[in-house]
């Protein structure tokens, strides 16, 4: 029995070493770092900086609850942060259920980080995979590979603390009360927060004149800049067609109104951002040298001013979206238009089917 107790007594520093460390990287840091995560999202409020799958995946649902654009993309944002407070909440109150709840999340952050790594790689190639945010802190978190090295780290912690502390008890529910309550706060944060006021920037105190010298559109024919803006526009663009460009509300936010033949003749329109490769590689294609037809580019103001790249086309009339909102749209866009209506619209630039059409359709 001496011999018994001896031993016992000496595996229990490592055992208790063992447990401490399970206890703080599975009940603490996994917690605080998704509770981190849903905080920065719920405060940025742009749900187009999710990550991709998830952005995608809630775009497809649009019209879920008879919600629909800009309201269904606010209450999806609200739903994604609060379930992520409810998850932090079990993690952290219920000891039981900690160690697998906390597994299954790691890993589907692990899932979906190497999606992003492995369709950028086979895209644009390693560079690509090191640029830009992943999406799971909002636009200012980490690139792909840096965020699955420190889920990869935590998800490793968690399967070698076999015994977080607390857990003997054999009853799942145990800490559901504390986990309840803990729930309901991270609930009322995220659909109680208010969203960021939205204010439009003096266009001429930031934004250039733009250079071209052609009349612009009378105000009596371009939207009027409205006295409120929304936190975030979320354009259906197949919805356009037929319709004309001045009556889509986005384009009341532009920093000038276009040149006064927009509304007569075919023109081609593209929204684009200054540092958007796949933008960049349409306009090189299609808009250098003369152009067989005017075209009106759009600027997206929210892009990186470190990675913007010079505009290629010489002969192009220039407009800017105004700072404030945020743009849920998707670089590029290249749409056709017949006297100011809308006639065709590409979302895909890899489609060079639908941008030839767009292009070189038409009359």
């Known amino acids: 029995m001496a011999v018994t107790n001896e031993s016992t007594s000496g595996a229990t520093p490592a055992c208790t070493l063992c447990s401490r460390l399970g206890f703080v990287v599975t009940r603490l840091a996994v917690p605080a770092w998704i509770t981190a995560g849903a905080l920065a999202k719920l405060l940025e409020n742009d749900p187009r900086n999710l990550p991709k799958p998830i952005f995608d ?9 008879g919600l629909q654009g800009v309201a269904w993309m606010d209450f999806a944002l609200r ?14 109150c219920m000891p039981r259920v900690a160690r697998p709840l906390a597994l299954a999340v790691l890993t589907l952050f692990c899932v979906i980080l190497l999606w992003l790594i492995g369709t950028g790689w086979a895209k644009d190639g ?40 607390g857990c003997s008890t054999r009853s799942c529910i145990a800490g ?17 927060m208010p969203a960021p006021p939205v204010q439009l920037e003096d266009p001429t105190a930031n934004t250039p004149t733009p250079p071209d010298v052609t009349p612009t559109v009378p105000p009596t024919a ?14 259906d663009f197949a919805t356009w067609v037929g319709k004309p460009l001045a009556s889509q509300p986005e384009m009341a936010l532009l920093d ?13 329109v593209m929204l684009y951002r200054a540092d958007c490769e796949h933008c960049h590689e349409v306009l090189e294609a299609h808009f250098v040298g003369s152009l067989k037809r005017p075209a009106l580019l759009i600027g997206i103001p929210d892009h990186d001013p470190a990675n913007e790249q010079p505009m290629p086309c010489t002969e192009c009339t220039i407009r800017t979206f105004l ?10 866009v290249v749409m056709r238009m017949k006297d100011g209506v809308v006639e065709a619209v590409c979302t895909d630039p890899e489609d060079d089917g639908s941008l030839a059409e767009v292009l070189e359709g038409g009359s």
Request: charged share 10%; aromatic share 10%.
């Open 222 to 235: 371009w939207p009027a800049r409205p006295s409120q803006v929304q936190p975030y526009y979320l354009p």
């Open 323 to 332: 700072k404030g909102p945020n743009y849920v749209v998707q670089t590029p």
């Open 126 to 165: 390693f560079e690509a995979v090191l640029k830009g945010s992943c999406g799971c802190f909002g636009k200012s978190g980490m690139n792909p590979l840096y965020m699955l090295m420190i889920d990869g780290a935590l998800l490793g912690g968690v399967l070698r603390a076999r015994k977080a502390c």
């Open 57 to 65: 995946l809630v775009l497809s649902l649009d019209g879920t609850f």
């Open 176 to 192: 559901g009360g504390p986990a309840a309550i803990v729930a309901a706060v991270g609930i009322a944060v995220a659909f109680g």
């Open 256 to 268: 000038a109104p276009p040149p006064a033949t927009i509304s007569s003749g075919t023109w081609i």
């Open 79 to 92: 739903s994604i942060c609060g379930t992520e407070f409810v998850i932090a909440a079990m993690i952290l």
